[in-house]
């Protein structure tokens, strides 16, 4: 008999939880919580054609600009590092309302917002207020890896949107590009994410690029003679963004982060760093910084690419899981609350 209660409580629960992923009340409790957990099943009735559609945009945007990949991943991970993957980076500014688009690490820096609104758009005709613009985050980054070379893993969706944004939060919790191991650390471990976990998800700097601006620093270690100072290679920056400046509008030239196989999604980022030839300097820290267990897994990878896989995609499983706000909704537009 006791087993027959906890059996019919485990199915109203589970009902009670995909009833959620409809529903559009501010008082209603989203997943994520011990209560309701992240799944990978909760669109299979509500909005089966959900990862298709997502997965035939991004296939779209990432044809027509390779580098589109690198965006869409980076806001998942810009989302999640804010109050938790919820959505909170695609809101847009109002008059009474201040988002995290203009937060120092994503002003003029992250791409990607007009995919997510094509991506939004058509989900809203097949099933209208039924997929969270948190879960087609995760789901674009998936295939945005995915498309580029890289690893598959199911993504266990079930997100709410949040009503707000945290522009604070924006600016003090993602990490910097000049930044310590140390401090890459310590906002990884802020948001419940281990080191192994930091040395993984700096792997997604495999494609993509940046801006001069953002590896400045690197630009001013010609004359050092350490082992991991590769000076040809900073030559070769030095003289990219001094031609640049002159030539584009403020000097945003913009460099590959991996020069080796730019629109690959692959382990040559850990080769390059064993090489000196990591592009931003919280890339290339990883192995000349005081920590021998970043190094020795940046050795790991670098040697095995099946194991970079491997960690890349249970760590982007643990990211997308830090839990953003419990009370939430499914957002008509992504860039405003219903």
């Known amino acids: 008999m006791e087993k027959q209660y906890l059996v019919l409580w485990i199915v109203i629960l589970n009902l009670s939880c995909s009833a959620l992923a409809g529903s559009t009340s501010r008082s209603k409790q989203g997943y994520g919580d011990n209560k309701c957990p992240l799944r990978k099943d909760v669109y299979q009735n509500s909005c089966p054609e959900a990862e298709s559609i997502i997965f035939s945009w991004v296939k779209k945007a990432v044809f027509q600009d390779p580098r589109m990949a690198a965006s869409l991943l980076r806001l998942h991970f810009h989302d999640c590092f804010v109050n938790g993957c919820d959505a909170s980076v695609l809101l847009d500014d109002t008059e009474g309302f201040?988002?995290?688009?203009?937060?120092?690490?994503?002003?003029?820096?992250?791409?990607?917002?007009?995919?997510?609104?094509?991506?939004?758009?058509?989900?809203?005709?097949?099933?209208?207020?039924?997929?969270?613009?948190?879960?087609?985050?995760?789901?674009?980054?998936?295939?945005?890896?995915?498309?580029?070379?890289?690893?598959?893993?199911?993504?266990?969706?079930?997100?709410?949107?949040?009503?707000?944004?945290?522009?604070?939060?924006?600016?003090?919790?993602?990490?910097?590009?000049n930044s310590t191991v140390e401090v890459l650390l310590a906002k990884f471990q802020n948001v419940g994410l281990s080191l192994r976990d930091m040395v993984a998800l700096s792997g997604g700097h495999t494609i993509g690029k940046a801006r001069c601006t953002t590896f400045s620093s690197r630009l001013q270690n010609s004359g050092s003679k350490s082992a991991h100072v590769n000076l040809d290679f900073i030559s070769s920056l030095q003289q990219l963004c001094s031609s640049g400046g002159r030539n584009t509008n403020n000097g945003n030239t913009v460099a590959h982060l991996d020069l080796v196989s730019p629109a690959t999604f692959d382990n040559q980022y850990y080769v390059n760093l064993l090489s000196g030839e990591g592009l931003l300097p919280s890339d290339q820290v990883l192995v000349t910084g005081n920590n021998d267990q970043t190094r020795q897994i940046v050795q790991t990878y670098a040697e095995d690419p099946y194991a970079f896989f491997e960690d890349f995609k249970n760590s982007m499983l643990r990211m997308g899981s830090i839990p953003g706000s419990l009370l939430g909704q499914i957002r008509r537009n992504c860039r405003s609350v219903n």
């Open 98 to 177: 201040v988002g995290e688009k203009t937060a120092g690490p994503n002003l003029n820096s992250l791409r990607g917002f007009e995919v997510i609104d094509a991506i939004k758009s058509e989900l809203e005709t097949v099933c209208p207020q039924t997929v969270s613009c948190a879960d087609i985050l995760a789901i674009a980054a998936r295939d945005s890896v995915v498309l580029s070379g890289g690893p598959s893993w199911e993504v266990q969706v079930g997100r709410r949107d949040s009503f707000s944004a945290n522009k604070q939060a924006a600016n003090n919790d993602i990490p910097a590009p």
